[in-house]
């Protein structure tokens, strides 16, 4: 089934795959949290890549702009991706 | 230049940048061996600095301010970053930044670099880790960067001792103007709303944070810089000092009337920045072919589901072993170092007061504190191999779901690790946490893990009172209790963690951002250096407290003299020598007479009545009125209850936990009535007494300089000493119930 849509599809981070690369639209979260997270490059329209879930902790790694940050599972549903 | 005025002071050099660029090894090797450790102003942070050797032989000073991603604070850390870069709160103004950027992640590095060049402080960037762009697939264009930053660019190799001469001619040139190296900033708000909030904001920024060499700066971009970062920075829950009042509300109105226009400050400059670097990034670095990094495969066993959590228990048991294991013939060598001095100082003495002081006081007690610093020597040294190899952050995120249960994050994991060896400097580690209420929190609870001054006297009990012998044959009884005393201190300090942070330190959670930088192998005069500083801060702190201590304590035990007392071992001794008997016994008659007189004298002694002040509280924890001098003097710090026990029961004060009269002493130690006064059941409560209470004046220092207030070494102290009464009662009580008595 086709569908068609004029709004790119949102997706929150615990729907990406391991291994899957997606622009992130919007960083969410209280302002600190928010503020470090752009500042250190994760900015609307940036390409992110889902590197693995680190289950032992319960933790995401992301890798932006050739570095690799880990956000907890929860924190990280701050983040709206596009595909 | 801001020292020009004065020529003979020297020039002001600091080196900034992010976390986990080679900063501080680019730092050790430009300074060598000259390096200071000083604090900041006004707080008690580490403040490195050394001096460099210029080209032309003068000399500058080099200041290592702490890793920072941006001038925005999240953590005490970094609010100290942007004070030394820009020269507020007391720090000098640097002459020239350095900013360290690691080439493989330029791109948020030079966010770093915008903010310091929006600053107006000369500033050359120093390119490190060049030699791992081949292998990530990468081409580095410096001239193109060094083009539009309009700063002076230098490849160094912090690792391969590599690129420094460039560097230092480089900050030469700038310190005698022949380079500028103030471009001014690169980005500007773009636009009118924003520019009218800098605008409103620079008015108010006071004259104190504009020294008098920014004055010419173009267009005033410092004060737009400071009221950038004003915006960014202030909130309600912020945790800065010094921000003046007026400036604080004004960027607290024109945020929210920002936010109420739809206007997010934020996301406006961070994207401005990022924007001028995205913009240009393409010419800086060109991917020339995709590669997985080493780290990323490595990372697939580290944080593998099954596999991470037992490697890194492995990691800890290799710590745990080699901490007990190799320890122990350097804490021999400095024991046998120390007996030696004494006996060799106290012979050069007449015999008598002076050369009791001197060994008993002096020697026993800077004694008392060295013979830690292998141990401590040794778990610093492992923490400092897992912070540089990059490892540290992975244990950060597997321990971050266990911590965060108890209301902390991952980031509390390593202080509580360093307060295995010693608490003072675990305090200290607590710094690089993001929120004073995770900090305090960590503090409270640091002091219940076993550091190494209870070892002594677990050993000293444990070897006395419990057999040798294996239980059913395989299981050792001594070290499986040493192994229960150190999980359940462990236990107790997870569990007050959870209670506080329920009750008192009730908060919302801070989230946790942590970076997982790319494996390296351990830097290693880093990690020593590292290790010596962190061991320092335990010898300084526990050196002198327990030093006063310690002189104290003998001045307890040996007034006031009885003159009665005195006569009699004067009389009684003559009367033994002169006696007709044979050598053998008249020296067994001499120590017989020595010991009952030394009894007697410690019962008239300061310490003695104390020790029976104290009985009552004691007696329903099974511990009578020496033990009670024991822990009077353990309460200044705990190691001190062996030698005061030494002292106690005429063992001599030279007693460790391994001597055998001392063990002996106590178990032939019995009440009027005969019963003995050290059952397996006492020393459990003794134990369990000494893992709770909160028996280290240094702890409580340390924890009174970190929070500048009272309240919190009082209330620390008050917990753990009633936790540790409460505990010993019911185990004493309990077991007598039981009929273990």
């Not at chain 2, 005033?220 to 009221?227: I, K, M, T």
Request: include cysteine; hydrophobic fraction near 50%; charged fraction near 20%.
């Amino acid at each position: 089934m086709l569908r068609f849509s004029l709004k790119p599809m949102v997706r929150p981070a615990h729907e990406l795959r391991a291994g899957e690369r997606a622009t992130l639209i919007e960083v969410g979260g209280e302002r600190s949290f928010r503020r470090r997270l752009m500042e250190l490059g994760f900015l609307p329209g940036t390409d992110v890549r889902l590197v693995r879930r680190i289950r032992v902790g319960d933790l995401v790694e992301f890798e932006v702009r050739g570095s690799h940050i880990s956000l907890r599972g929860t924190e990280a549903q701050a983040l709206r991706f596009t595909t | 230049m801001s020292n020009s005025a004065v020529t003979t002071a020297k020039a002001l050099v600091a080196i900034a940048g992010n976390p986990n660029t080679g900063k501080t090894t680019l730092f050790n090797r430009l300074t060598g061996t000259h390096h200071k450790v000083g604090n900041y102003p006004g707080i008690t942070v580490e403040r490195h600095h050394g001096e460099l050797a210029l080209p032309s032989s003068r000399t500058v000073e080099l200041v290592d301010v702490p890793g920072s991603y941006s001038l925005s604070a999240r953590s005490r850390e970094e609010e100290l970053a942007i004070q030394s870069i820009a020269g507020l709160g007391g720090s000098p103004v640097p002459d020239v930044v350095v900013v360290v950027v690691d080439v493989t992640q330029l791109a948020r590095n030079l966010y770093l670099v915008l903010q310091v060049l929006e600053l107006d402080v000369p500033t050359i960037v120093a390119l490190n880790m060049c030699d791992l762009l081949e292998s990530r697939g990468l081409e580095l264009d410096d001239a193109a960067l060094a083009a539009e930053l309009g700063v002076p660019v230098v490849r160094v190799s912090a690792l391969h001792d590599a690129g420094f001469e460039p560097l230092t001619r480089a900050i030469e040139q700038v310190l005698d103007g022949r380079t500028s190296a103030r471009p001014g900033p690169r980005w500007r708000p773009g636009t009118p709303a924003l520019q009218a909030d800098v605008a409103a904001l620079s008015a108010l920024v006071p004259a104190a944070w504009r020294p008098a060499s920014q004055a010419g700066a173009p267009g005033g971009s410092r004060a737009e810089a400071l009221a950038l970062w004003a915006l960014l920075s202030i909130d309600e829950h912020d945790e800065l000092d010094d921000v003046p009042a007026e400036l604080r509300r004004a960027a607290l109105e024109r945020r929210s009337a920002a936010a109420a226009g739809g206007r997010q400050i934020d996301a406006e400059v961070i994207s401005g920045r990022y924007g001028w670097i995205d913009a240009r990034i393409a010419r800086f670095v060109r991917q020339k072919r995709d590669a997985t990094s080493f780290s990323e495969r490595l990372d697939g066993v580290v944080l593998n589901p099954w596999l991470g959590f037992p490697l890194f228990l492995l990691a800890m048991g290799i710590v745990f072993q080699s901490l007990f294991s190799w320890a122990d013939p350097l804490i021999q060598l400095i024991e046998g170092g120390l007996g030696w001095l004494g006996s060799t100082v106290g012979s050069w003495l007449p015999a008598g007061l002076v050369q009791d002081f001197v060994e008993n006081a002096l020697v026993a007690g800077v004694g008392s504190v060295l013979v830690f610093l292998p141990q401590i020597l040794l778990l610093f040294l492992f923490i400092g191999i897992m912070e540089d190899s990059g490892y540290m952050a992975r244990v950060v995120c597997l321990m971050d779901r266990l911590m965060r249960a108890l209301g902390l994050g991952g980031r509390a994991f390593v202080p509580m690790l360093s307060g295995y060896a010693c608490a003072v400097p675990a305090i200290l580690a607590t710094r690089t946490m993001e929120r004073q209420r995770d900090r305090l929190l960590t503090m409270m609870v640091i002091p219940l893990m076993s550091c190494s001054a209870r070892l002594p006297v677990y050993g000293l009990i444990i070897g006395a009172l419990f057999p040798a012998a294996a239980l059913w044959g395989f299981l050792p009884v001594q070290g499986l209790l040493m192994i229960a005393m150190y999980l359940f201190s462990t236990l107790t300090a997870l569990i007050a963690a959870f209670v506080l942070s329920k009750t008192l330190f009730r908060a919302p959670r801070v989230p946790l951002i942590q970076e997982l930088p790319p494996y390296r192998m351990p830097h290693w005069p880093s990690v020593l250096r590292m290790m010596w500083l962190r061991s320092r801060s335990f010898l300084e702190s526990a050196g002198t407290v327990i030093l006063v201590c310690s002189i104290v304590l003998w001045g307890l035990l040996t007034f006031p003299k009885s003159d009665e007392l005195a006569q009699r071992r004067a009389t009684e001794t003559a009367a033994i020598e002169g006696s007709s008997l044979a050598d053998d016994a008249k020296s067994e008659a001499l120590s017989a007479l020595d010991a009952e007189l030394s009894a007697a004298e410690l019962r008239h002694s300061l310490a003695g009545r104390l020790g029976h002040a104290v009985e009552p509280a004691l007696e329903p924890l099974g511990f009578d009125w020496k033990i009670g001098i024991g822990l009077v003097g353990a309460f200044a710090a705990r190691e001190v209850f062996v030698s005061t026990m030494g002292v106690v029961y005429g063992a001599g004060r030279e007693a460790d936990e391994q001597s055998l009269t001392l063990r002996s002493q106590i178990k032939k130690e019995t009440y009027a009535d005969g019963r003995p006064v050290y059952t397996p059941l006492v020393g459990l409560s003794l134990m369990i007494f000494f893992a709770l209470a909160c028996q280290c004046m240094s702890t409580l220092a340390a924890v009174y300089r970190e929070t500048k207030n009272w309240r919190w070494p009082v209330f620390l102290f008050t917990y753990m000493t009633v936790l540790a009464w409460v505990a010993s009662f019911v185990v004493y009580q309990g077991g007598m119930l039981l009929g273990f008595g």
